[in-house]
């Protein structure tokens, strides 16, 4: 959890296995439209990360909804696919008058919990990285979305590789 006096979206590129020799190399970002100001910040994050790890960038698929909450409809497609090491779900709620930000965010992260909890066919059940801000207030998104506090989408690309390499260290 990143805080005012760290900033966890600066890492060691050394310190992590290497992306380029996962098999299979393909990585799946699915961003929410809303907020975009926020989300496509968080987007480009983990696009560069991914990259600059040596992931081609044909080996990255974007997929754009709506909003946050139609964030686990498409990971579950992709994971569906079986191809990909890894898939990070970006978006942001921030929260409002009305209870629909408790909604929202519980809804998605009860998602990507089954997601990564599913069984069955051992291709489909890939990582999916929680990369959804949750915030008081726009100033605190743009903190986590490349502001003061980092970028939580460079984080989810290296919590994607982690994950993606977990059993084959």
Aim: with cysteine; glycine share 8%; charged share 20%.
């Amino acid at each position: 959890m990143a805080t005012k006096n760290h900033n966890l979206s600066e890492y060691d590129p050394e310190s992590l296995p290497a992306a380029k020799f996962l098999e299979p190399q393909q990585y799946g970002l699915v961003v929410a439209d809303w907020n975009s100001e926020i989300t496509y910040a968080l987007l480009e994050g983990a696009y560069d990360t991914l990259t600059e790890q040596g992931v081609r960038p044909d080996n990255i698929t974007v997929v754009h909804v709506p909003g946050t909450f139609e964030l686990t409809y498409a990971a579950k497609l992709l994971q569906e696919k079986g191809c990909y090491a890894a898939i990070i779900v970006m978006g942001c709620v921030i929260q409002g008058d009305t209870p629909h930000f408790d909604y929202v965010c519980q809804g998605v992260t009860q998602g990507v919990t089954m997601l990564n909890a599913r069984k069955g066919d051992s291709k489909a059940a890939c990582p999916v990285i929680f990369s959804v801000l949750t915030t008081l207030n726009k100033e605190q998104a743009l903190e986590r979305a490349g502001g003061k506090l980092g970028n939580k989408g460079i984080e989810g690309a290296i919590t994607a590789i982690k994950m993606a390499n977990l059993f084959l260290q």
